[in-house]
């Protein structure tokens, strides 16, 4: 199969994707590489990000199946997509015992969420066996390469839940969120290769894992007409920041206090979050919020600890809800000529 056919095949070939797919056969720089882009990438504003259940049959399917969204990611992140990025995270299902044989090779790191104090969480819109992210410079793109691979997929995978994203562009590290504050300011320092080994990267268990990560994403709604109800001094208080010069307060008992790594013994995320804009509700309030997604060499003992001691004080829990949630190992870049996951599932992977 050729690379322009893995997309033509699907149906999906008009508008942005194929423009340009035969202007040379240079794999994409943003694609392959020692680790899977859209973790450490600059962000980009539109983001598409969706979980899947595998429905594949045996091993090999499922091989097929990643081997099928490698060509496949190649392409869209090439010629008229350069620069969009694709990254793939394997669910906990994907280990259980009697399913793919993989059982053995699980990290003990990589497992459900615990349940949360007050949350109550939509199953059927979060988890998955599989979880893609992509993230792209314009909405049309990100949304055409989610919809290239549901179809290139089709026959290994099926869609179980599918989110939608955006941020604004310009300053990207830390744009204003719907709250009307900046989000991302204090996060891991990307700049310092021992923070992303100490926070990031998995360097111990399986070797599948190593150079890979764990992505965590959460659906937060945020409950903005209570918020814009709420006068800006109550709302710096809750957020731990002044909105318009974005100083931090040092109070305790807010948001980015109780989050901060001083507070919870060193720990430290790679925040990418954006927001969702969902209409109305039945009430006719808004519905919008926050896509949560954080990036770790631990969930349990990032994220998860993070979260508990959030749920427990956090001011920011009167508004805002959390819906869904998930949780993936991001295995290490694809070598030229391999696929994602060859590493687990490939020969030489140990099985
Ligand atoms: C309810 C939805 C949330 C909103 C609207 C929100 C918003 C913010 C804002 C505005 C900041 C200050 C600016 C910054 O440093 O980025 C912040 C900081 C932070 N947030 Fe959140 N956040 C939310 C949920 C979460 C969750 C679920 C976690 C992790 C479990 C989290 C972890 C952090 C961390 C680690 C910081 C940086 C703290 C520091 O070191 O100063 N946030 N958040």
């Known amino acids: 199969m050729s690379r322009r056919s893995v997309l033509a095949g699907t149906g999906i070939v008009g508008g942005s994707l194929l423009a340009g797919a035969g202007c040379g056969d240079a794999p994409p720089p943003s694609f392959y590489g020692v680790h899977q882009s859209g973790i450490t990438t600059p962000v980009l504003p539109f983001l598409q990000i969706a979980g899947f259940d595998v429905v594949a049959k045996d091993r090999a399917g499922l091989v097929e199946l990643l081997r099928t969204w490698t060509r496949a990611a190649a392409e869209l992140t090439s010629g008229a997509g350069a620069g969009t990025t694709v990254t793939f995270g394997f669910g906990p299902g994907l280990f259980a015992e009697g399913r793919f044989g993989l059982a053995a090779r699980r990290p003990a790191e990589l497992a459900e969420l615990p349940s949360f104090a007050?949350?109550?969480?939509?199953?059927?819109?979060?988890?998955?066996?599989?979880?893609?992210?992509?993230?792209?410079?314009?909405?049309?793109?990100?949304?055409?390469?989610?919809?290239?691979?549901?179809?290139?997929?089709?026959?290994?995978?099926?869609?179980?839940?599918?989110?939608?994203?955006?941020?604004?562009?310009?300053?990207?590290?830390?744009?204003?969120?719907?709250?009307?504050?900046?989000?991302?300011?204090?996060?891991?320092?990307?700049?310092r290769q021992e923070e992303q080994a100490e926070h990031l990267w998995v360097s111990d268990g399986p070797g599948w894992l190593h150079g890979g990560t764990y992505?965590?994403?959460?659906?937060?709604?945020?409950?903005?007409?209570?918020?814009?109800?709420?006068?800006?001094?109550?709302?710096?208080?809750?957020?731990?920041?002044?909105?318009?010069?974005?100083?931090?307060?040092?109070?305790?008992?807010?948001?980015?206090?109780?989050?901060s790594p001083e507070a919870n013994g060193g720990v430290k995320l790679l925040r990418r979050s954006y927001s969702y804009d969902a209409?109305?509700?039945?009430?006719?309030?808004?519905?919008?919020?926050?896509?949560?997604?954080?990036?770790?060499?631990?969930?349990?003992?990032?994220?998860?600890?993070?979260?508990?001691?959030?749920?427990?004080?956090?001011?920011?829990?009167?508004?805002?809800?959390?819906?869904?949630?998930?949780?993936?190992?991001?295995?290490?870049?694809?070598?030229?000529?391999?696929?994602?996951?060859?590493?687990?599932?490939?020969?030489?992977?140990?099985?």
């Open 118 to 191: 007050g949350e109550s969480l939509d199953r059927a819109a979060g988890g998955g066996d599989l979880c893609v992210q992509i993230c792209a410079r314009h909405p049309t793109t990100a949304h055409d390469a989610v919809r290239a691979l549901v179809s290139a997929g089709r026959a290994g995978a099926v869609l179980r839940w599918r989110q939608v994203g955006f941020r604004d562009e310009g300053d990207a590290a830390d744009p204003v969120g719907l709250f009307g504050f900046r989000d991302g300011t204090a996060n891991l320092d990307l700049t």
């Open 215 to 259: 992505l965590v994403v959460r659906r937060i709604r945020l409950l903005l007409d209570t918020w814009d109800r709420t006068d800006v001094p109550t709302q710096e208080a809750v957020i731990g920041r002044r909105r318009d010069s974005n100083d931090r307060l040092e109070l305790p008992a807010s948001h980015a206090r109780l989050a």
């Open 279 to 351: 209409g109305a509700d039945p009430n006719g309030l808004i519905d919008a919020g926050l896509i949560f997604i954080c990036f770790q060499r631990d969930p349990q003992r990032q994220f998860a600890a993070v979260q508990r001691r959030l749920v427990a004080n956090d001011p920011l829990k009167g508004f805002s809800q959390h819906l869904a949630s998930g949780v993936f190992a991001c295995p290490p870049g694809v070598r030229r000529g391999s696929w994602i996951g060859a590493g687990l599932l490939g020969p030489g992977s140990g099985q």
